[in-house]
């Protein structure tokens, strides 16, 4: 079937398989979202994602080019989202590593892009329970991963610790966050079930509430599991606050029995699930978690909660430098080195453990305070859903609220809420998963909300048929040059790990081929930069290998390696004046990372080299605090000491 010549709009067919082709990329991106660890470990899983962001944005645009209008709906959490987004890549300009606040970027990029989609796409709440069906399966899923991980005392990563729960998440308290998001809404189907199943038989009705009662004693066993102290915390807030919405309903009474049935479920298979705890689980995990039920007593006497308290104190830092400004979207693991607590020698940290402060730090003020507008504005809009009166004029041609958009409201307020009550703890909205559910649930709220017509306000731009030729031609262009830039990073990647390849044979010439491909195609990222200035520096290339370690320096000047690379560089010179600058380098690395001592070792180490035997003794006996019995060091000692007696001071 082809197109009508002047025809404004798709086939009917066309238009069925648009809305599948969505949904199923939709799903696509709810799918892969979980296997993202963090923006600062992998980036593989976000290229994906991103790719698929576009896709959907191309056939939305191409859908909206041939019907002759692109057509936007606006919501009150458009403003706080895009202007979060404008801001976040407003701090391109003064972040002090310009790559990674893109990258960050992208993720805020692939939120909108799905929330902008699911609004302006579906206007019923049946034509996204495939979605939520999808959600719910893959808790359950990762439930079940979890309680096998913690009953056979399994982990699935090196780093982690037995004895709690993780799933495929980088730590379990980004599984508990990852789980009380779905949680409340589990409840409050459950609570609401029998009204929402007005057509089926009995028998169908108490198949479906067995099998949904099932599923809730998965998640919430694995939940427990997690042993995360301020997940406990997060939900039983927010389960607090939803029974005063529904008492405020004076829904309460009416689902009692309901309600009763879910807190008794939920009491005896958490009694059992201790007491298999206590009797069965090793001894060793069993004392951790005895230290850490003690700690829900005493929360400051806990070892991470005192960590917290540590890096809250180093964000706070960050925000009286850069108050205004902040370092730069995603930027805290960069310069949190320079202020860390000395406690923390060797201990890498990337996140602040609360989101709030994090943002502050990275944003300022202006960005710290659209990021509360758009959790303020996302919590007034669904209470005032849930607790609007009807419409009984018919002036407005509003609806209340049914039991099934009463249930989905309620629900995902719920696992927002604790979210955000979590987020002051943990880096949640550092966690792809976690964002691409809530901005789903945002979006949800949205979709309702049409529904019921209290939202009706769109924005239409025409397309004249002059202009839709050249569209067709210039959308998918437009496409293929942002997934090529998209790609990009993963290409330099690739090439990095070939041009390593050929530094471990020594083939040099090899590896400064595939390393300046790599630093074509990434050319913001500083380490490639290093790497390449090696790959010159080892062929004898001097002049080229010193532009390349200057220019991954500019790039990312709070990287620690970068300034060591290049004060190194200098010392192995056989200019005295280069040999000088190695200095300013060296001292730059003890000041970004001054609980380090290695970094006072090499500056001592320069200072001995420049016959500069006081100044190295200062550094050396810094070093010598931490390592006493490092013979080679003691050498260096002597010989400083022996050079002042021989040729005096300085």
């Not at 005063?244 to 309460?252: G, I």
């Not at 930027?331 to 406690?343: A, C, M, N, R």
């Not at 996140?351 to 709030?356: A, G, L, M, P």
């Not at 380098?585 to 016959?611: V, W």
């Amino acid at each position: 079937m082809a197109f009508k010549k002047g025809s404004t709009k798709l086939p009917f067919f066309l238009m069925r398989y648009y809305h599948s082709f969505i949904e199923f990329l939709l799903i696509a991106i709810i799918l892969l979202a979980p296997f993202d660890y963090g923006g600062n470990i992998t980036i593989k899983p976000l290229i994906v994602v991103s790719l698929i962001s576009l896709l959907v944005i191309f056939s939305y645009l191409f859908k909206k080019v041939r019907e002759g209008s692109l057509v936007f709906f606006l919501t009150p959490l458009n403003l706080p989202i895009f202007l979060f987004l404008f801001l976040s890549l407003f701090s391109l300009l003064y972040s002090i590593d310009k790559f990674v606040t893109l990258h960050g970027v992208l993720y805020l990029f692939n939120y909108a892009v799905l929330f902008l989609i699911v609004i302006n796409n579906f206007s019923s709440n049946k034509d996204l329970r495939r979605i939520l069906r999808i959600i719910i399966s893959l808790a359950t899923l990762f439930s079940l991963l979890g309680l096998f991980q913690y009953l056979t005392s399994t982990v699935p990563f090196p780093f982690c610790s037995e004895g709690r729960a993780y799933s495929i998440f980088i730590t379990p308290n980004t599984f508990a966050a990852y789980l009380i998001l779905v949680l409340p809404l589990l409840f409050v189907f459950f609570i609401f079930k029998p009204r929402l199943m007005n057509q089926a038989t009995t028998g169908k009705a108490s198949f479906a509430t067995t099998v949904l009662l099932i599923i809730i004693i998965i998640n919430w066993l694995a939940f427990l599991a997690t042993q995360s102290r301020s997940g406990y915390i997060s939900l039983f807030l927010s389960s607090f606050f939803l029974s005063l919405l529904l008492l405020r309903k004076r829904k309460f009474w009416e689902f009692r029995s309901r309600f009763f049935i879910l807190f008794s479920t939920l009491l005896v298979s958490a009694t059992i699930f201790f007491l298999h705890s206590g009797l069965f689980m090793k001894r060793a995990v069993k004392e951790t978690a005895l230290k850490r039920a003690e700690a829900i007593v005493s929360p400051f006497e806990a070892p991470s909660a005192r960590a917290r308290l540590k890096f809250y104190r180093s964000a706070i830092k960050v925000i009286k430098k850069y108050p205004f400004s902040g370092t730069g979207f995603h930027t805290f693991h960069l310069i949190y080195p320079s202020v860390k607590d000395p406690g923390f020698r060797k201990e890498t940290h990337f996140y602040v453990h609360n989101d709030y402060l994090q943002v502050f730090s990275e944003l300022g003020i202006f960005g710290f305070i659209s990021f509360l507008a758009l959790i303020f504005s996302y919590l007034h809009f669904s209470v005032f859903l849930i607790s609007r009166k009807p419409d009984k004029s018919g002036r407005y041609n509003l609806k209340e609220l049914n039991r099934e958009q009463f249930a989905l409201i309620l629900g995902t307020l719920g696992g927002s809420l604790s979210l955000f009550i979590h987020s002051f703890f943990e880096f949640n909205f550092y966690i792809m998963a976690l964002m691409i559910t809530l901005f789903f649930y945002f979006a949800l709220s949205v979709v309702v909300a049409k529904e019921t017509g209290l939202l009706k306000r769109e924005v239409k731009i025409k397309i004249r048929a002059f202009w839709r030729k050249p569209l067709y031609f210039l959308l998918p262009v437009f496409f293929l040059v942002l997934a090529f830039l998209v790609l990009c990073p993963l290409l330099s990647e690739i090439y990095t790990q070939r041009g390593n390849r050929f530094f471990k044979k020594r083939n040099y010439r090899e590896a400064e081929k595939l390393l300046k491909k790599a630093v074509f195609f990434g050319p913001l990222v500083s380490n490639y930069h290093t790497n390449l200035a090696t790959a010159y520096n080892l062929l004898g290339k001097r002049e080229k290998a010193e532009q390349e370690y200057k220019k991954g320096v500019d790039l990312s000047p709070y990287r620690v390696k970068n300034c060591v690379d290049l004060g190194w560089f200098y010392l192995e010179s056989s200019s005295k004046e280069e040999r000088e600058k190695s200095l300013f380098y060296l001292k730059k690395a003890t000041l970004l990372e001054p609980s380090c001592e290695f970094y006072n070792l090499r500056l001592g180490l320069a200072y001995q080299k420049l016959k500069k035997p006081e100044e190295a003794i200062e550094q050396f006996l810094i070093y010598q605090k931490f390592h006493p019995e490092d013979l080679r060091l003691k050498t260096h000692l002597e010989e400083c000491k022996k050079n002042i007696t021989t040729n005096g001071p300085g």
